[in-house]
């Protein structure tokens, strides 16, 4: 059994308070970059070809999120990847809607060309309409249960080499040699847009400041579990939900975090 002192994972971040670079989509820009300002980082939205490659350098991570595509947006991403690559930045790319459109596909096949991510993170829809398999999309909503997209996950981290991060009732985030389980979060997540894109803007925080990408994106699911939790025990309604799981970001102690979080780890394979 595989030890992660997730606590200490978070203080770390606040203390470093990492730049963690954004390529994302029009729906959830404001509300991502106010949770990485809530847990600890500092958020930068930058999707021009003409700057992407100076602010990959500027900062600890990028975060590639394929939301709202368009032509100019893609060449951004794509420089903004080999960038990172080539740097030695971790890259986070969310393929958000996998599998929903021939634009969508050639472009993740497009970034995969580009360079390797650090971390994948998506539902499992997603992350099957990435490997290939016949996981069925509906827009950007899963319809698959996250365990369902286990084998899938293996094989992408096989092939690509790559952390996968499967978002769910049970998270499943897959490495190389182990496979973590977390049972945190809340239902009314699923009814607010941009849960699933915090999850990964929020990995990439943790990439930048983790020992490596398996903690990052083990981390990430862990705190948007927990504070999922937390932020329900007083708002009930989408709402005021959405507030109150910011103000928990800020709030959450890495003792609360050690304390509430449910995982198991096991081998993989």
């Known amino acids: 059994m595989i030890e992660m002192n997730l606590g200490t994972t978070l203080l770390s971040l606040r203390n470093q308070k990492p730049l963690v670079h954004n390529i ?11 949770a ?19 602010m990959v350098g500027l900062a600890g991570s ?5 939301g709202t595509l368009s032509s100019t947006w893609v060449e951004g991403m794509e420089k903004a990847m080999v960038a990172a690559c080539q740097l030695g930045k971790p890259v986070v790319l969310d393929p958000v809607g996998a599998g929903a459109t021939t634009f969508r596909n050639d472009t993740l096949l497009r970034l995969l060309a580009a360079g390797t991510p650090s971390i994948i993170r998506g539902n499992a829809s997603e992350i099957m309409a990435l490997a290939g398999q016949q996981g069925q999309t509906r827009g950007v909503d899963s319809t698959q249960f996250s365990t369902e997209g286990l084998e899938s996950a293996q094989m992408l981290c096989r092939q690509l080499g790559c952390v996968v991060s499967i978002s769910g009732e049970t998270d499943v985030v897959v490495g ?8 945190n979060g809340n239902p009314i997540m699923t009814r607010i847009t941009g849960m699933g ?3 990964s803007a929020l990995a990439g925080a943790f990439a930048a400041i ?4 398996f903690e990052a994106a083990v ?3 862990a705190v948007m579990g927990v504070c999922g939790e937390l932020a329900y025990e007083g708002a ?4 005021s939900f959405q507030m109150s799981f910011l103000d928990k970001l800020s709030s959450l102690s890495p003792a609360e975090l050690d304390e509430r979080v449910q995982i198991t780890i096991e081998n993989n394979g």
Do not use: D, R
């Open 197 to 199: 894109c915090t999850a």
């Open 62 to 66: 990028l975060v590639i999120n394929i």
């Open 176 to 183: 190389p040699e182990s496979v973590a389980y977390i049972s």
């Open 36 to 54: 990485l300002l809530a847990v600890g980082a500092s958020p930068v939205m930058a999707h021009a070809p003409e700057e992407v490659e100076e």
């Open 210 to 213: 983790a020992p490596n990408a």
């Open 236 to 239: 009930h309604l989408p709402g």
């Open 219 to 221: 981390a990430a699911a």
């Open 24 to 34: 994302t989509n029009f729906v959830v820009m404001n509300y991502t970059a106010n």
